[in-house]
């Protein structure tokens, strides 16, 4: 247990390290940039602070366009909570609305601190509070990051036919990966996978008789986990899983596009552009660091310098559309949740007495 705990620390350690240094990084090579930028407009140094951009950037950003993309990530997570609950459906548990927008809030709360984290948190809770066991309920948390995945792929896809020059050119100036390290580490994946798939067919196959009792254990929870999985096929309304899915995404490229107007530099942009900036932007949270912090700010940094948005304000625009969403949206809203969750679900305790 405490080797297993210290191998999660490090993970985490190693990811927020990783992050923070992305964002220093950035911080000094774009505050570099911006008094070279002063310097050429006749600007003394001393009148040139990367900090007071920053903050004069958001203290004049059309406040309504702020709103406006806050609103559209509060209606995602209203997506995200409503097609969780008919994914629990079929299994016999009628979680309420409340209960699966809230544990989703505090889950995305909690991914700040440490990194995918919030998905065991948000199962955790809802098992607490609506009886649903832990391996069930992670389970469909498990097909909802395989929808995104699938949502994410046919957005990557939506960029490079909108924009193939851009996004091509791009690829090939910044990778440069080996076919054969790409080809190797492909082997060992699929290696890897057909192994873990045979100790599980080995694992359940056997009689409960013939298993220790943690085997047994660990046998219930793969059993568990497999009918959470499962459970997609049995989906009462596909219509309505499909139409969330679809408009999470929807909500998540509109709250980078309708940014854009919040920030003089970037309020010509169109809504193709802001097609592949929401890649990028996607592609920035993927990566584990806390909220994305780092990642984030210089991924939407490149996809604005393909469009000629010099490389200051492009970080400027990332500092404002994730401030806006981290603070007043998940910090605020999963704080309000983690507070409302046990008094309201003790109020349900008590009338259902």
């Known amino acids: 247990m405490q080797e297993s705990k210290l191998k999660i620390f490090i993970q985490v350690l190693v990811f927020t390290i990783i992050g923070v240094a992305i964002l220093y990084f ?5 505050g570099a940039a911006y008094v070279e930028d002063c310097a050429l407009r006749g600007v003394a140094a001393d009148n040139c602070s990367l900090f007071d951009k920053l903050v004069n950037d958001y203290a004049n950003a059309n406040i309504f366009w702020l709103v406006i993309i806050s609103i559209c990530f509060t209606i995602s997570q209203l997506f995200r909570s409503a097609r969780w609950k008919l994914m629990l ?3 016999g548990y009628d979680i309420s609305h409340l209960n699966s ?24 809770m809802i098992s607490k509070y609506e009886n649903v066991p832990v391996e069930k309920a992670f389970a469909t948390i498990v097909v909802e990051r395989i929808v995104d995945v699938i949502m994410l792929l046919i957005a990557l896809v939506l960029g490079l036919i909108f924009h193939y020059d851009k996004l091509w050119g791009y690829i090939s100036a910044n990778l440069s990966l ?17 192994v873990g798939l045979m100790i599980l067919k080995k694992i359940l196959s056997l009689d409960d008789n013939q298993l220790h009792p943690v085997a047994k254990k660990i046998k219930g929870l793969i059993e568990g986990f497999v009918d959470g999985l499962l459970s997609i096929k049995d989906i009462p309304q596909v219509g309505m899983f ?13 709250m980078h596009y309708l940014a854009f107007f919040s920030f003089e530099p970037t309020a010509h942009l169109g809504p193709l552009d802001g097609l592949l900036v929401f890649d990028f932007g996607t592609l920035g949270i993927v990566f584990p660091s806390p909220g994305g912090m780092g990642s984030y700010h210089f991924m939407i940094k490149e996809a604005l310098l393909l469009f000629d948005v010099n490389a200051v304000d492009g970080f400027s625009f990332a500092m404002i559309s994730f401030f806006t969403l981290t603070i007043f949206c998940t910090i605020l809203i999963g704080l309000v949740c983690l507070i409302l969750l046990p008094i309201i679900n003790q109020k349900k305790t008590s009338i259902d007495q």
């Open 26 to 30: 950035m911080w000094q090579s774009q």
């Open 89 to 91: 459906s079929p299994m």
């Open 101 to 124: 927008f809230a544990t989703l809030m505090v889950g995305y709360f909690a991914n700040l601190g440490v990194p995918r984290i919030g998905e065991f948190v948000r199962a955790g």
């Open 178 to 194: 080996s076919t054969n390290a790409l080809l190797i580490g492909m082997t060992i994946l699929v290696v890897a996978g057909i």
């Open 242 to 254: 499909i139409f969330y899915s679809i408009g999470i995404w929807v909500m998540y490229y509109l």
